[in-house]
């Protein structure tokens, strides 16, 4: 008998966390954040307290209450009994938050298992700032000082195509082109038959052949059921790639003779790549936080990356006002004292001499930066990534043309998104024709009727007989 459970990724854009049961074996797929749960009851300033362990989490239900997963010191602090973790491995797709983060408070007993690149994107963010809500490869349990040693967890890792087995299921993770390198798609073989998870995808990014070759290994295996996400199942036709972020921004970079301010998201390769390639071919340096210096050296070790290291010819490091506020090597800290010594690294002031010598891959929340560097009317900001979609997130926006608007910026929105677009997924769930779809990670999962009516639209925390 195989049973899967929904626990996350329920009529909602990520938080995916399923349950597959399958002859005494129990794994989860995925077991990330779920944002849309969070926002019902917290935001900047009302947040889950760690000072209450995990009894938040469980009480607003943020997170399922399910015996026999989480942290013994999480258990011990909420009063419950201590149980034998009952579930032996977690398969993370990739390194996103809404499918990796809540697995920091999974027992550390329970294996994680990841592909080596998603791995590398994980340490960088560790490396970047840990807190209570994002520990995945590691955590320091509730109670421990400061220098003790954290916990690690069992992190196995593996390759696109190569099967492996936890207990009675086998499972083959192929690579899929998604916004963050390192995303897996997969297919699980039980004992009634193959199931086929696509995780987040897309058909138009730059390794488009990699998601194709997914397809056409999961059509091959003849699946069962088909858990297929629909982020973007409503937006039917559009003509975005990667190609085109770059001629667009090309095109806007190469007729302004001032500063340029981009803002994307650092864990996508592929922009990072975009945005650098840019600032070559325009004679301009391009600015990175030391923050996210560290993704660059994951992403440089990763040979199939090609993305140059933080100490490359192109490339400035930005010295954030801090401290002192002088720009003195004493104001930085831990690694950053190392970033910021290094012979490439750079102050606002200094940038301000030659504006038009840069290519500042900063993003809105170092937008006080501009009060450092004052730039003339006519600098150019580049938004790169998706538009806003929540009402606080409408708000920000409304902050950034503030921002804008006082420096009498050019403002441009430049993306192309990480989710195939409505027309490709339809197409990929017709071709792949499983006995049963079950749509996730979607506000709209009747849309697939459209197509099929082999479909089941799944609702939170119910067991399905597969
Ligand atoms: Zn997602
Ligand atoms: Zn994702």
Not at 89 to 102: E, F
Not at 167 to 191: C, K, M, Q, R, W
Not at 265 to 291: H, L, S
Not at 322 to 333: A, L, P, V
């Given at each position: 008998?195989?049973?899967?459970?929904?626990?996350?990724?329920?009529?909602?854009?990520?938080?995916?966390?399923?349950?597959?049961?399958?002859?005494?074996?129990?794994?989860?797929?995925?077991?990330?954040?779920?944002?849309?749960?969070?926002?019902?009851?917290?935001?900047?300033?009302?947040?889950?307290?760690?000072?209450?362990?995990?009894n938040?989490?469980?009480?607003?239900?943020?997170?399922?209450?399910?015996?026999?997963?989480y942290?013994?010191?999480?258990?011990?602090?909420?009063?419950?009994?201590?149980?034998?973790?009952?579930?032996?491995?977690?398969?993370?797709?990739?390194?996103?938050?809404?499918?990796?983060?809540n697995?920091?408070?999974?027992?550390?007993?329970?294996?994680?298992?990841?592909?080596?690149?998603?791995?590398?994107?994980?340490?960088?963010?560790?490396?970047?700032?840990?807190?209570?809500?994002?520990?995945?490869?590691?955590?320091?349990?509730?109670?421990?000082?400061?220098?003790?040693?954290?916990?690690?967890?069992?992190?196995?890792?593996?390759?696109?195509?190569?099967?492996?087995?936890?207990?009675?299921?086998?499972?083959?993770?192929?690579?899929?082109?998604?916004?963050?390198?390192?995303?897996?798609?997969?297919?699980?073989?039980?004992?009634?038959?193959?199931?086929?998870?696509?995780?987040?995808?897309?058909?138009?990014?730059?390794?488009?052949?990699?998601?194709?070759e997914f397809?056409?290994e999961?059509?091959?295996?003849?699946?069962?059921?088909?858990?297929?996400?629909?982020?973007?199942?409503t937006?039917?036709?559009?003509?975005?790639?990667?190609?085109?972020?770059?001629?667009?921004?090309?095109?806007?970079?190469?007729n302004?003779?001032?500063?340029?301010?981009?803002?994307?998201?650092?864990?996508?390769?592929?922009?990072?790549?975009?945005?650098?390639?840019?600032?070559?071919?325009?004679?301009?340096?391009?600015?990175?936080?030391?923050?996210?210096?560290?993704?660059?050296?994951?992403?440089?070790?990763?040979?199939?990356?090609?993305?140059?290291?933080?100490?490359?010819?192109?490339?400035?490091?930005?010295?954030?006002?801090?401290?002192?506020?002088?720009?003195?090597?004493?104001?930085?800290?831990?690694?950053?004292?190392?970033?910021?010594?290094?012979?490439?690294a750079?102050?606002?002031?200094?940038?301000?001499?030659?504006?038009?010598?840069?290519?500042c891959?900063?993003?809105?929340y170092?937008?006080?930066?501009?009060?450092?560097?004052?730039p003339?009317?006519?600098?150019v900001?580049?938004?790169?990534?998706?538009?806003?979609?929540?009402?606080?997130?409408?708000?920000?926006?409304?902050?950034?043309?503030?921002?804008?608007?006082?420096?009498?910026?050019?403002?441009?929105?430049?993306?192309?998104?990480?989710?195939?677009?409505?027309?490709?997924?339809?197409?990929?769930?017709?071709?792949?024709?499983?006995?049963?779809?079950?749509?996730?990670?979607?506000?709209?999962?009747?849309?697939?009727?459209?197509?099929?009516?082999?479909?089941?639209?799944?609702?939170?925390?119910?067991?399905?007989?597969?």
């Amino acid at each position: 008998m195989t049973f899967l459970t929904f626990y996350g990724g329920v009529n909602e854009i990520g938080g995916n966390k399923i349950l597959l049961e399958d002859k005494g074996t129990k794994i989860f797929i995925d077991f990330g954040k779920s944002f849309a749960q969070d926002r019902k009851f917290f935001e900047h300033f009302l947040k889950p307290r760690k000072s209450n362990g995990i009894n938040d989490h469980l009480r607003m239900g943020i997170l399922p209450d399910i015996p026999g997963i989480y942290r013994d010191d999480l258990m011990e602090f909420a009063g419950r009994k201590l149980v034998e973790p009952d579930v032996q491995g977690v398969l993370i797709s990739h390194a996103h938050a809404d499918h990796v983060d809540n697995a920091s408070f999974l027992h550390e007993k329970i294996p994680l298992y990841m592909g080596e690149t998603c791995k590398g994107v994980l340490q960088a963010l560790d490396e970047r700032g840990k807190n209570f809500e994002r520990a995945i490869l590691d955590f320091a349990p509730l109670g421990s000082k400061q220098g003790d040693p954290p916990t690690q967890r069992i992190i196995n890792t593996f390759r696109s195509g190569k099967k492996f087995k936890i207990d009675s299921l086998e499972i083959n993770p192929l690579h899929v082109d998604h916004s963050v390198p390192g995303a897996y798609g997969f297919i699980i073989y039980t004992s009634e038959g193959p199931i086929v998870y696509t995780a987040d995808l897309r058909r138009h990014g730059t390794r488009g052949d990699m998601t194709e070759e997914f397809i056409s290994e999961a059509k091959a295996a003849k699946p069962i059921a088909l858990l297929a996400e629909g982020t973007r199942i409503t937006d039917l036709e559009s003509d975005e790639n990667e190609q085109k972020v770059y001629n667009e921004s090309l095109n806007v970079i190469s007729n302004c003779n001032n500063l340029v301010f981009v803002d994307f998201n650092f864990k996508d390769v592929d922009r990072v790549r975009t945005f650098y390639n840019i600032a070559k071919k325009t004679g301009r340096k391009f600015v990175v936080k030391m923050k996210d210096c560290r993704y660059l050296k994951y992403f440089h070790n990763d040979k199939n990356l090609d993305i140059p290291n933080y100490d490359d010819e192109h490339i400035i490091i930005y010295k954030l006002r801090q401290r002192s506020g002088t720009f003195s090597n004493s104001d930085y800290y831990g690694d950053d004292s190392y970033y910021s010594r290094l012979p490439n690294a750079k102050s606002p002031i200094e940038i301000a001499q030659h504006p038009d010598k840069y290519l500042c891959a900063l993003g809105f929340y170092s937008f006080n930066s501009l009060i450092d560097m004052n730039p003339n009317a006519g600098a150019v900001y580049i938004h790169s990534a998706s538009e806003p979609w929540t009402e606080e997130q409408e708000f920000g926006v409304e902050r950034r043309d503030n921002w804008i608007d006082h420096f009498s910026m050019e403002q441009h929105q430049i993306h192309c998104s990480g989710h195939a677009k409505g027309q490709d997924l339809l197409d990929m769930v017709k071709e792949i024709d499983a006995k049963m779809l079950y749509p996730i990670h979607t506000d709209h999962p009747e849309e697939y009727k459209k197509i099929t009516d082999k479909i089941t639209i799944i609702e939170q925390g119910k067991k399905y007989k597969i």
